[in-house]
């Protein structure tokens, strides 16, 4: 997206490409903006209605990661028509169409193409007042961080497809996937969150990486209290550990200080690549504790204090 160009500076674009935000957000009146997201993949689960659910949950994701609430939704549909069979679309159009319900967003169109292999997602909008916008720019020395989802997401999901997870996990999986950050969202909205985003293809570390840079701040993570799905470990050392993790960890080289006794294995897990992913949100301290309990009595079963944001290393992460 850095590479787009940057346009005329409008003054009612909140926020835009410069911040490695999740959704752009415009300021149509003194008490309402409009955040705007697209997202878009190929199918992570063979299951057509549970690709429907999960490609939803994560377009949505972005608005709740702003602390907006999806109002209207588009479509993007690739599909080799001629290729399987039309009842396949329909099942994944069907997935998606009850997270929107879920979301109390509304279907209001959308574009198919023919494509080699399915693909889909959606544009969505959201709607927000425009001093409540959550960005990766406040966080502040002090702040908790809270993570509402586990991560590992996409060393299973790699081992999905050589049939290597027991029907626990998979179940498992999907359901993380699912879920909306609906009630996350909602939740931390009753707190002064700092700065919020969603973990998705950067994984943990990476979108941590961006609201240290973007608000100027340390992050220090306790990779003990990092919530991870069951048997994430081992599947990484049987080797379904997917090239985008190993692309995020070499990426985040530079901006990561691991704790000396974390082998390798345990970085690639703080890095792994996510779909449909928890909110990172920074909010006081004296808040965190409550806002978890909040957040745990509300089914957000996962959501746990993960670290605070500090002073100095600016835009670097240290994981004890
Ligand atoms: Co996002
Ligand atoms: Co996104
Ligand atoms: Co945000």
């Known amino acids: 997206m850095r590479h787009l160009p940057k346009g005329i500076p409008d003054p009612n674009l909140l926020v835009g490409l410069d911040t490695s935000d999740d959704a ?19 199918p992570i689960v063979d299951d057509p209605r549970m690709f429907g659910q999960i490609a939803a949950a994560n377009a949505l994701s972005d608005v709740y990661a702003m602390g907006g609430k999806p109002l209207t939704v588009l479509n993007i549909v690739g599909f080799p028509v001629k290729k399987l069979d039309h009842s396949i679309l329909a099942e994944i159009l069907s997935g998606a169409s009850e997270k929107v319900q879920e979301a109390g967003a509304v279907l209001i169109g959308g574009h198919s193409i023919d494509d080699q292999e399915p693909k889909f997602g959606m544009a969505v909008t959201g709607l927000i007042h425009p001093s409540k916008v959550w960005t990766n720019s406040g966080a502040k020395p002090g702040d908790a961080l809270i993570l509402t989802k586990p991560i590992g997401v996409g060393i299973q999901t790699t081992a999905i497809k050589k049939d290597a997870l027991t029907d626990e996990q998979l179940e498992r999986v999907i359901q993380v996937m699912v879920t909306l950050n609906k009630t996350s969202s909602e939740v931390l909205r009753q707190f002064d969150v700092h700065a919020c985003t969603d973990v998705t293809g950067f994984g943990l570390l990476g979108h941590a990486k961006e609201m240290a ?27 379904f550990v997917p090239g985008g993790t190993k692309a995020n960890h070499k990426w985040l080289q530079s901006n990561v200080n691991y704790a000396e006794t974390m082998d390798q294995i345990q970085q690639y897990i703080l890095c ?3 779909t449909s992913g928890g909110l990172l949100a920074a909010l006081p301290q004296d808040q965190a504790e409550t806002a978890v309990r909040k957040l745990r009595n ?18 670097c992460i240290t994981v004890k």
């Open 298 to 315: 509300a089914g957000v079963e996962f959501a746990s204090v993960i670290g605070h944001v500090v002073s100095d290393h600016a835009g």
């Open 213 to 239: 840079c973007g608000s100027n701040v340390g992050l220090n993570i306790l990779s003990d209290q990092v919530p991870v799905l069951e048997g994430t470990r081992k599947l990484a050392e049987e080797g």
């Open 24 to 42: 752009g957000v415009y300021k149509i009146s003194d008490e309402t903006a409009l955040i705007q997201t697209v997202d878009f993949f190929t």
């Open 272 to 274: 792994d690549a996510v």
